[in-house]
């Protein structure tokens, strides 16, 4: 069938529907009148577009006498999907009767502009905001920071900290979310970018999945102390237990009683100061708490021993919870961020007044943030002062890209960036003061300098402040705060690393069945995710956890963001992607950014992976060094996530077309024909879809319009068929989409079992007539 006929054709049906249609409807009861009349709006319409086919543009004017709708017939009243949405203004009645076809809404369903319907979003920014909070302030925030910070010059440590958060911290941060957000995609997906670069999206899928599994082993253990305090004594307070050795020193007399006060408790401390001082080397009963009865740990990383049980139903119940909270994904997390994203915050100001009341505390915080300058002139302060804004900020993870994707497509995500990186940087800062408070005033009591009790990691959250909390009054309610919030921490962040996994595989996949069945592949990852850290609760569990904390996530996470940023910035183009950030948020990029893109963020992070191979030393933990087999372990580790990139690109451009290698590179690094906006309503400028001949009528300009037109021609006789004959859909290619306004209209299957049911006359006289 020619332009020309099915032009015809179209006009011809228009016609005679047009008066039919209405006595069909008068005949109609009263309440049904409205129902119908949307039906015919929808039916007439199709026809006009195609009787317009000539111009892209429909007329207003035509389309508002036939139909009755006023308005411009573009992208924000014509969407894919061709299901309309009524929509009224207050105090217009006539209003309440237009017609809308927008994101796969049912009639009389009512459907919010940018939304992603079928992928979905956030309910509101504020959870987004305290999402990305929670995922990036974690652990490391508490244990690592305000260690780094007095080991490294106190508060001249700040001075290096701030610089590399504004130059390398916030631009990374701000670039990975505008990367997601545009593209509506997971870590995975947003790769269509350039396909040839996949497997970045890969390694951050591997390297999520590491840390996934040991980070969720921290939590269960600090589940596990949460547990045991509930009592009324610490079970770590003395050095009477089955489990002590004779090198333990206790900072408790085992003849002080629970309700003494303060004074009493240090007269106590006076006769046994002297004899931990004179120890070479003491043993407190947190160590031995931690070592012999918590971890039971075994004498060799090789040496596996059996299961801690109570460290595995621990496990179980912290993925439990996990899953819990992600069961609706991000609509069910979101609400759960609003206690676990805020409550921190209130328990880290208990702990701090309790603290800054403490004898002894000035002198930690003193410790803490007084100044060395001459510091500042060593390299290592500054790599170090790098690494903690890289890695704290969760960049390379995947986690921010996945977040991001479920914005609405004009957020303000650079506004975001910075609220949450500034927010994150101040939390560690904070937490120093609660963590150096404790420590002097353990270091008060004990006589000696704070350097000697100060420690980070797990040696920080799970011995040295649970021994000083036993020093408090009514300390069972102090650990019972201390270690809730770090499980509220720690869950922050698995929220979003569970979340990173299960968007990328139902991205890639895509299929209508996984995305309903999300839940499903939640469970799945979950439960994968347990049995994958079951060997981390056996007694050499804590030795695996070290090798996979300081190599899984090491240099593999910057040579994995450098990548990323030499992809955007100089593969795809700067200019293309300062448009799109233009597009999705009205503004281009602040000049900064741009440099720091482009020049400064890219060459920090090459900075960061040379300190980091220059500075390298063996792991080991306490006194035991690890042997060499267990380090090329943990090589393998860093490079499994790194490993992906060059084998997908050379299997990308293997598969590319073209005759020379230099045709396939170049195909495997342009951009995927559906990369861009999620939503046919952002598709605009060089996004917009382009006229097919399967599927679009031919642009013309307006002045061409009325010469185009064909002749109107007389309405056919309708053919007779019974009433039982059901004819297939037009085989015309103008049928099944027509281009209105620049949009196209699906005919769908669903369109026409709905008419035969509840509008059987009118499905019939449309069969006849066509």
């Known amino acids: 069938m020619t332009d020309t006929e099915a032009t015809n054709q179209a006009v011809s049906l228009y016609h005679a529907l047009q008066v039919p249609l209405f006595h069909i409807l008068l005949k109609e009861s009263t309440n049904d009148l409205n129902k119908h009349y949307l039906f015919f709006c929808k039916s007439t319409s199709v026809f006009m577009c195609a009787h317009a086919q000539t111009d892209r543009q429909t007329d207003t004017a035509e389309v508002t006498e036939e139909v009755r709708r006023e308005g411009p017939s573009d992208a924000s009243r014509w969407s894919d999907g061709g299901r309309e949405e009524r929509r009224g203004e207050a105090g217009n009645q006539d209003d309440k009767t237009k017609c809308l076809w927008a994101n796969g809404a049912v009639p009389g369903e009512s459907v919010k502009k940018d939304e992603n319907s079928r992928r979905g979003n956030w309910g509101n920014q504020i959870e987004f905001v305290l999402t990305s909070v929670g995922y990036a302030v974690g652990l490391g925030n508490v244990w690592r920071f305000p260690y780094l910070c007095y080991r490294n010059g106190g508060g001249a440590f700040m001075l290096p900290y ?5 130059f390398c911290g916030i631009p990374l941060f701000f670039l990975e979310l505008s990367f997601g957000q545009f593209a509506s995609l997971g870590c995975l997906g947003v790769w269509k970018i350039s396909p040839m670069f996949k497997g970045v999206g890969y390694g951050m899928m591997v ?3 590491y840390i996934g599994i040991y980070y969720n082993v921290v939590i269960c253990i600090a589940f596990y102390y949460f547990f045991l305090s509930m009592t009324n004594l610490l079970p770590w307070t003395y050095c009477n237990n089955p489990w002590n050795t004779p090198d333990c020193s ?14 009493n408790a240090t007269t106590r401390l006076v006769a046994g100061v002297s004899e931990v001082v004179n120890r070479t080397k003491r043993t407190s009963p947190s160590e031995e708490y931690w070592k ?19 460290i595995l139903g621990c496990l179980a119940v912290s993925w439990c919870v996990v899953f819990l909270c992600l069961i609706r994904g991000v609509k069910s997390s979101g609400k759960v961020v609003y206690f676990t994203a805020t409550f921190p915050y209130v328990v880290l100001t208990i702990l701090f007044i309790r603290g800054i009341t403490l004898d002894g505390a000035i002198n930690g915080i003193k410790y803490y943030l007084t100044p060395q300058w001459q510091k500042v002139l060593d390299a290592k302060v500054w790599g170090d002062a790098a690494s903690q804004i890289f890695y704290s900020l969760g ?4 986690g921010l890209i996945t977040m991001a994707s479920y914005n609405k497509f004009h957020n303000n995500c650079f506004r975001d960036s910075i609220i949450i990186s500034i927010t994150n940087c101040a939390t560690s800062v904070y937490a120093g003061f609660v963590i150096f408070s404790i420590l002097g005033f353990m270091a008060h009591h004990l006589n000696v300098p704070v350097s000697e009790v100060a420690d980070h990691g797990p040696g920080l959250a799970f011995v040295a402040y649970p021994e000083a909390l036993t020093l408090l009054p009514i300390s069972p309610l102090w650990s019972l705060l201390f270690f809730f919030m770090l499980i509220l921490l720690g869950l922050g962040t698995q929220f979003c690393l569970l979340e990173t996994l299960v968007t990328a595989i139902v991205d890639e996949i895509g299929t209508d069945w996984i995305i309903r069945n999300k839940t499903i592949v939640t469970l799945s990852v979950a439960v994968a995710g347990f049995l994958l850290g079951v060997p981390l609760t056996t007694q050499a569990g804590i030795y695996w956890l070290l090798l996979m904390d300081n190599y899984a996530a090491s240099f593999s996470l910057v040579i994995i963001s450098c990548i990323m940023c030499i992809c955007i910035m100089y593969i795809y183009g700067h200019r293309n992607y300062f448009k799109d950030v233009e597009m999705m948020l009205g503004f281009p990029p602040p000049l900064f950014f741009k440099v720091c893109w482009r020049f400064i963020s890219p060459v920090i992070i090459s900075f960061i992976l040379i300190f980091t191979v220059i500075q390298y030393k063996p792991i080991t933990y306490n006194d035991y060094v690890y042997p060499g087999w267990s380090l090329a372990i943990g090589f393998a580790m860093a490079l499994s996530s790194v490993v992906c990139i060059p ?5 990308k451009i293997s598969r590319s077309p073209g005759a020379t290698f230099r045709e396939r590179l170049k195909y495997a690094c342009r951009s995927h024909p559906k990369w861009g906006p999620a939503l046919q309503e952002h598709r605009t400028g060089r996004y917009a879809p382009m006229a097919s001949s399967e599927d679009t009528v031919e642009a013309r300009p307006l002045k061409e319009k009325e010469e185009a037109r064909p002749p109107p021609v007389a309405p056919p006789s309708p053919p007779s068929l019974p009433p039982f004959f059901l004819p297939s859909p037009p085989s015309s290619p103008h049928f099944p989409t027509v281009l209105c306004g620049g949009d196209p209209i699906r005919w769908r299957p669903l369109h026409i079992v709905r008419a035969y049911y509840i509008y059987p006359n009118l499905f019939y006289l449309s069969v006849c007539c066509l």
Do not use: K
């Open 207 to 209: 390297v999520s999945t």
């Open 162 to 166: 701030f610089i590399m958060l504004v």
């Open 250 to 263: 206790g900072v408790v007399s085992s003849g002080n009683q629970f309700n003494a006060s303060l004074a």
């Open 647 to 651: 084998i997908y690109a050379l299997y």
């Open 292 to 310: 012999h009865y918590v971890l039971n740990i075994s004498d060799d990383i090789g040496n596996f021993g059996e299961v801690r049980l109570p």
């Open 395 to 398: 960049c390379a993870w995947g």
